[in-house]
């Protein structure tokens, strides 16, 4: 299984932008997915989460701003990000989960402020 994650980039506080992870290999529908971020100096953290029946899981920090969605015809899963703040900064990970867990090689977020 493979993950290729896009869609990173510089934006000014109170932009958008949508994170996409393509996934190769394996089976798509019966992966729970998620995305973790980690910024610098510190340790690598939750941020959203779909199961594969599509329940969703949201960090408190994010909340009512991010919204994970998968599309099973792309074997993709997307973080629309909005409303960003400079503490979103980091390096965006995608995680592809069933028995195994599967990274992807991260994109880099940056919000200025």
């Known amino acids: 299984v493979q993950l290729q994650a896009s869609g990173g980039g510089l934006v000014q506080a109170g932009g958008s932008l949508r994170l996409s992870c393509l996934v190769s290999g394996g089976t798509f529908s019966r992966y729970a997915m998620g995305w973790y971020r980690q910024a610098p100096g510190k340790q690598r953290e939750l941020v959203a989460t779909i199961s594969s029946g599509g329940i969703t899981y949201y960090a408190d920090s994010v909340k009512g701003r991010f919204t994970i969605s998968r599309e099973g015809a792309k074997n993709t899963v997307f973080l629309q990000m909005n409303s960003l703040k400079p503490e979103d900064t980091a390096v965006y990970y995608c995680?592809?989960?069933?028995?195994?867990?599967?990274w992807g090689q991260g994109t880099q977020v940056t919000v200025s402020s």
């Open positions: 995680q592809a989960k069933l028995w195994l867990e599967w």
